[in-house]
């Protein structure tokens, strides 16, 4: 069932795409949303060095109830149909009803996805009542296979043996009850962990986990824009030495693809993330908007994100000015009334 579904969502991605690159070239905007992300909280547990969002994490107060949730997701299936819709934040374990929200995505014929740094889940049981919400796919940050560097970078101490811990049990859970929960882990690749990369492929391979997606370090988020933030990060590669020790990761990666390893990155943009940290100021934008795997050929729809926040403020990007509030509008009504996209791109090689 699930195949069935991931089928259908790259039907429908593809098909919004080119509604939305023909709506930049007519100047209106057309098609719906590409990916739908809920981002329940602000608040997180961890503390990640290249994360700014928990040093303004929302009060409870500003966050949407349960039930303004469950409206809205009702509302997104009346008019998306079967889409997939991730939970974010923050962390999205933070927030105290997540698994009512992913319950309830099921019951209605949404698939709900999180992405996490994993310490809300850390043993048996947390991993059996997540299992049991009917989650689709669980994706968990680890930067690490090494304690102090992985807790360094997303602290507090013990970060890392609860995400593994919950990664094991969700994964021995899934084996035993047939589940069909797809398993992800994410990394980000910087200077300061490269020596590390490779082996956590192997690790996801050994472990039978589903794929492993790589994004490269972009400036912190929620930080104001400045092209030379990588100059004062302690994460990024620290001289040209360290540079072609990220490239040499990144070429193993590639060779790694090549020979069917369980990455989610296609050959291309993994090879484009090596332009980025060679040209780190030149690649900012489509970095930071995490569209690499089509910074080459420039086929970039300006408006084919959308996320709706932990006070119901919707935007087409987290960097983006809001476009509405569902507590004023229906869902439906802010999307198709934002903005008219002006960028240009090429549609089949046509526009330039």
């Not at 149909?81 to 992913?102: H, N, Q, R, S, V």
């Not at 811990?165 to 899934?174: C, D, M, S, Y």
């Amino acid at each position: 069932m699930l195949a069935l579904h991931d089928t259908y969502s790259k039907v429908r991605f593809k098909y919004n795409r080119l509604l939305q690159e023909i709506g930049v070239i007519c100047g209106r905007p057309l098609g719906k949303p590409s990916r739908v992300y809920l981002k329940v909280t602000h608040r997180c547990k961890t503390q990640c060095v290249m994360c700014d969002i928990w040093k303004t994490p929302s009060r409870l107060s500003e966050e949407l109830s349960t039930e303004h949730w469950k409206r809205l997701l009702d509302d997104l299936r009346e008019w998306l149909g079967p889409y997939d819709i991730w939970f974010t934040g923050g962390d999205p374990f933070a927030y105290k009803d997540i698994a009512e929200l992913l319950r309830h995505c099921a019951k209605i014929g949404l698939s709900g996805r999180v992405i996490t740094r994993g310490i809300g889940v850390y043993d048996e049981p947390t991993a059996r009542e997540v299992l049991e919400t009917g989650l689709d796919e669980y994706h968990v940050s680890i930067e690490s296979l090494k304690p102090e560097i992985h807790d360094y970078i997303s602290p507090p101490k013990g970060t890392l043996e609860r995400a593994v811990a919950g990664l094991e049990a969700l994964n021995k859970l899934r084996r035993s009850t047939g589940a069909h929960l797809k398993i992800v882990v994410k990394t980000i690749i910087m200077g300061f962990n490269c020596d590390g990369i490779v082996p956590i492929v192997e690790w996801v391979r050994k472990n039978g986990f589903d794929e492993i997606k790589f994004q490269p370090l972009e400036q912190t988020i929620e930080e104001q824009k400045d092209l030379d933030w990588f100059k004062q990060s302690k994460l990024w590669p620290q001289g040209d030495e360290d540079v072609n020790r990220v490239l040499r990761v990144l070429d193993a990666l590639i060779e790694l693809k090549r020979s069917g390893a369980p990455i989610y990155n296609s050959v291309a943009e993994l090879s484009v993330m090596k332009r980025y940290f060679l040209d780190p100021m030149g690649m900012y934008e489509p970095a930071k908007k995490h569209i690499l795997a089509t910074a080459g050929t420039k086929r970039e729809a300006s408006d084919g994100w959308m996320e709706v926040w932990h006070d119901g403020v919707v935007r087409t990007s987290w960097m983006s000015p809001p476009i509405g509030n569902i507590e004023e509008r229906p869902i439906s009504e802010i999307w198709r009334g934002r903005p008219s996209p002006t960028k240009a791109v090429r549609v089949f090689g046509l526009v330039r």
